[in-house]
C-alpha cells in the first residue's frame, strides 16, 4: 500500500505512469481484489457451516423455547476450538512456507 501512495505522490506533477508502475499497480489492485473475494467467499462458507452445525446441534438437542442455552454454549465452544485449532495449523504452515522461501 505505502508503494503504492508513494508512486501516486511522487508522480504527481507527471500525469503519466510508466509501464513498470503501471505493472506493480495492476498486479497490486489484482492481488487485493483476491484477496477481498476470498475472504468474502469464505464468510459465505463459514455462514453455511454455521446453519448446519445449528441444525445438528438442534436435532441432537432438540429446541426448547428459542434454543436450549447449553447447547448453544457446547455449540460455541466447539467451534471456538476448530477455529482456533485451524488458526494455529495455518499460521505454521504459512511460516514454514515462509521460512522455506528465504533459503
Known sequence: ??????????????KKLTK???????VYFVDKVIT????????VAA????????KLFERLFGTQGSGDVTAMFIYAVIVTAAVVLVTYRLARFSDRMKK???K
Open 47 to 54: 455462514l453455511a457451516w454455521n446453519d448446519a452445525m445449528r
Open 20 to 26: 513498470a508502475e503501471e505493472q506493480k499497480l495492476h
Open 100 to 102: 522455506k522461501n528465504e
Open 36 to 43: 477481498l473475494m476470498t475472504g468474502a467467499m469464505g464468510l
Open 1 to 14: 500500500m505505502h508503494l503504492i501512495l508513494s508512486m501516486v505522490e511522487e508522480k504527481k506533477d507527471e
